[in-house]
């Protein structure tokens, strides 16, 4: 698992797209694990904070629970419709994946600016993938960019 400042470091071009894609809009969409292992999609805003992925949610919300029972975890960019008649105009997508792990320790999470007695759950991923699709430059081919723990970078391309 990495932590963002490590994957900037290792592949900053695609660290950078994603991060653009990932800032689109405030919200985006999480999928966690509920209890009976079902997939639960859920709003969230994640922020890219001192070289780390941060994850916070409000009191008992079931992707918090989710999360502490089970801290898999893949998040996606806000979507924005490409231009149908310019597909290579389009920016992409983004998504990433990791496990989250909770923060409890007071002075941690008044670090990242949670105030003391505040009782929402703050999460830090550990990030074993990242992806950003685009059109390339001709708006001819899908590119796929990606990094996998274990597995490193790379990049697909499909017509």
Known sequence: MASWQEIEKEIPALAARVLASMGKGRHKTMATLRRD??????????????????????????KALDLRRDPRVAIHSPSVDPDEGDPASWDGEAKLAGRAVEVTDPAAREAYGVPPGDDSHLFRVEVTEV?????????????IEMWHEGAGHRVVRRR
């Open 37 to 62: 292992g079902s997939p639960r999609i859920s709003g969230t805003e994640v922020e890219f904070k001192d070289g780390e992925v941060w994850l916070g949610s409000m009191p008992g919300a079931m």
């Open 131 to 143: 992806v950003h699709t685009r059109v390339d430059e001709s708006g001819e081919q899908l590119v």
